[in-house]
């Protein structure tokens, strides 16, 4: 399975989301593709948010998930 992604520079959108944009090659099934995005899913917490299909065929994903900012509920370093 051939698939391209940044995934070391998610970009912070919006203040609530990071996004990641993964190329899936012309080659690769739809079986395939499906597969890969749900394990993205399920493991990575990430959920579809836009989807496009180019000329060539390769179709490229973003994908978004939520940023979770931890607070201090110690009160030690305020």
Same mark, same amino acid.
């Given at each position: 399975?051939?698939?391209?992604? @940044?995934?070391?520079?998610?970009?912070?959108?919006?203040?609530?989301? =990071?996004?990641?944009?993964?190329? *899936? $090659? /012309? @080659?690769? %099934?739809?079986? @395939?593709? $499906?597969?890969? !995005?749900?394990? =993205?899913? =399920?493991? #990575? +917490?990430? =959920? !579809?948010?836009? %989807? %496009?299909?180019?000329? #060539?065929?390769? /179709? +490229?994903?973003? !994908? +978004?998930? /939520? *940023?979770? /900012?931890?607070?201090?509920?110690? #009160?030690?370093? @305020?």
């Amino acid at each position: 399975m051939t698939a391209r992604s @940044d995934r070391r520079t998610p970009v912070p959108r919006h203040g609530e989301y =990071e996004y990641r944009t993964v190329s *899936i $090659a /012309r @080659d690769v %099934s739809r079986h @395939d593709a $499906a597969r890969m !995005l749900a394990e =993205e899913a =399920e493991y #990575g +917490r990430w =959920e !579809l948010a836009t %989807s %496009s299909l180019y000329v #060539g065929g390769e /179709r +490229r994903v973003m !994908l +978004r998930r /939520r *940023i979770i /900012r931890a607070r201090n509920t110690l #009160g030690i370093f @305020d």
